[in-house]
């Protein structure tokens, strides 16, 4: 069983375009990170949301904290080819204080 | 400030055989992680050091994983012997103590059993 579920699973669109990727849970997370990783690279840390309905933002990135701390939201303005990687997305359990991860999002923007 | 240092960045073994990677963690960082990352798939935790104690490691398979952390800096995770599935990058990761630091990950060690 999953616990963070991470969708679309896969997304290629043109640059310019915007879109948004989600991270939702029906556990509740003390706090949550997003990570973006490229071919043979490890992850890098983007961002970490704490606070319910946190919005943090990162140039075109923003990325949203659910109000219930359940789930979140990254969305990408005016999508560039250098955007194009894995976003993973891990939140800390409330309840046990483990770091689960999502199974992350496939980005391909097309110049 | 240096990044987490992995070593190698690519093994190609056959299967039985072993292997051991390498990790250098951010100078300051008491915790490292290895994951395994297989292609597409978010990264599982195998073991998790504080310091140089295990604080997780439920989810290794210790009939033939092993991890050590010596002296509280750098570790190694062995694998003997190697089975086809284990084909997988292997991820090494460190951050402060504290349940919402980021972690630094290095760049991995791509392993292909043959």
């Known amino acids: 069983t999953q616990l963070l579920e991470q969708s679309p699973q896969f997304l290629s669109i043109q640059e310019g375009e915007n879109l948004t990727v989600y991270c939702n849970s029906s556990s509740v997370f003390s706090s949550l990170q997003w990570y973006r990783q490229e071919p043979g690279e490890g992850p890098v840390l983007l961002v970490t949301v704490v606070t319910g309905g946190e919005v943090k933002k990162l140039k075109r990135l923003t990325f949203q904290f659910g109000d219930a701390r359940k789930d979140s939201s990254l969305h990408i303005t005016a999508a560039q080819p250098g955007d194009t990687g894995l976003y993973l997305c891990?939140?800390?359990?409330?309840?046990?204080?483990?770091?689960?991860w999502g199974a992350g999002t496939k980005l391909i923007i097309k110049p | 400030e240096a990044g987490v240092a992995q070593s190698p960045r690519y093994k190609i073994i056959e299967k039985r055989q072993s292997v051991a990677f390498w990790c250098n963690p951010i100078s300051g960082h008491a915790t490292l992680y290895w994951y395994q990352q297989i292609l597409g798939q978010g990264p599982k935790l195998l073991i998790q050091f504080q310091n140089n104690g295990v604080v997780d490691d439920s989810q290794l398979p210790k009939d033939r994983f092993s991890a050590e952390r010596l002296k509280g800096v750098d570790s190694t995770l062995k694998i003997q012997p190697a089975k086809l599935e284990d084909s997988a990058v292997y991820l090494c990761?460190?951050?402060?103590?504290?349940?919402?630091?980021?972690?630094?990950f290095g760049s991995g060690t791509r392993l292909t059993v043959v």
């Open positions: 990761a460190s951050s402060l103590i504290g349940f919402n630091y980021g972690y630094t």
């Open positions: 891990a939140g800390v359990m409330d309840s046990n204080y483990q770091l689960i």
